[in-house]
Nanobody, 128 residues
Framework: QVQLVESGGGLVQAGGSLRLSCAAS????????MGWFRQVPGKDREFVAR????????YYADSVKGRFTISRDNAKNTVYLQMNSLQPEDTAVYYC?????????????????????WGQGTQVTVSS
């Protein structure tokens, strides 16, 4: 498994932007598909975005499509989530996750069980 550490969360006003980063340890980062999820207290963790191991394929939840962009830099062992036009309903703890089994797949693998390594999360709060 890979160790993941998120950063970049914080407080932002509605309409603003944030960029989350997730740094991965180990030499096999480029062999993992990566994803972002988010969770609000009392609710299930939900899928946000996914990128293939090469970075060539991406997939988004409908709720963030057109506003969020997932990308990765395999030379830096880092995956990013650029979040624009943030709204109060985007407030959540954001988690990055790694999928070691189907790294070339972008759509369709959006369940929590499709990912086998998780970070500790970073809080994003959007004020109205």
């Amino acid at each position: 498994q890979v160790q993941l550490v998120e950063s970049g969360g914080g407080l932002v006003q509605a309409g603003g932007s944030l960029r989350l980063s997730c740094a991965a340890s180990g030499r096999t980062f480029s062999s993992y598909a990566m994803g972002w999820f988010r969770q609000v207290p009392g609710k299930d963790r939900e899928f946000v975005a996914r990128v293939t191991s090469s970075g060539g394929g991406t997939y988004y939840a409908d709720s963030v499509k057109g506003r969020f962009t997932i990308s990765r830099d395999n030379a830096k062992n880092t995956v990013y989530l650029q979040m624009n036009s943030l709204q109060p309903e985007d407030t959540a703890v954001y988690y990055c996750a790694a999928d070691s089994r189907f790294s070339w797949v972008a759509p369709g693998r959006t369940r929590i069980s499709d990912f086998d390594s998780w970070g500790q999360g970073t809080q994003v709060t959007v004020s109205s």
